[in-house]
DNA sequence: CTTTGTGCAAATTCTTTGCACCAAA
DNA sequence: TTTGGTGCAAAGAATTTGCACAAAG
């Protein structure tokens, strides 16, 4: 796990103010995918200024520098991660939880055209095992 | 291909009016993975009083009812396919074109837990032949 | 008649932008 | 003094909702 953040931050070119290391820090620790406002709404408590923008921001850069990731899991929020490690996620459908899935091996990319493939994300969805309809 | 349209969507318990047919058609017809609004605006000059609501409807009934399935590639807009086989799909930065691929055998599920998956989706993205960096 | 689909406009929600202020180099 | 980060309010864009009308059974 990531533990200096702003040696981390600093790695990936990124300058390591206040908000932004409490940002990658709250994604460190917490391995929950959250949303923008999950990360908001957790850190304004200590932080009272800040804003919403410096998330949506810091965020953006993160993932630009190449220090988080961006999931596509959840049609309606935008969902980060700090693991860069190769691993599936999956969505459950009941209660939206997103979990951590080994990577299936063997699925790496097979360029059928000469494509330059620079990143893969792999999703399953359904139900886990709160949320199992099989309980009924 | 799906040729009998009215039939596909009866199988899925969509009853077939004219607008669902057509958008349907349109899906099965272009294999482009097209936006909400490139259907509405693709279908509209031959359905004059065509609104986007329905094209919404439409397409969240046919993915709720299995006919089709919505993409979540694409961050900033809702992306639907009507081809239900298994495969990846690959999205150029550059264009934002998106290409059916073939799916990397062994790419099954593997519940980690006791978790019921039932879809899963593989997202590859970069440079398209077009696109790619290397022709500079 | 009753039910279901359609379409317009308004409302929601998520995200980005413009701009002023502050801090650091 | 120049640059870059932050925060507020406003703008933008995608999608959903409420409601009235039309079509179908």
Redesign the pocket.
Known sequence: MITKIAEYLQEHD??P????VAIMSYLATHRTHP???EIYMALSPD?P??????V???L?LLVEQGAAQLLDID????RYDACMDPHAHFRCKGCGAIFDMEAPRAARPKPSDNFVITEMQIYYKGYCSKCSPKSN
């Open positions: 990124v300058k103010s206040m908000q932004r949303t923008v406002d932080m200024t800040l804003s919403r923008t410096t949506y921001n810091t953006n049609e309606h929020n935008a």
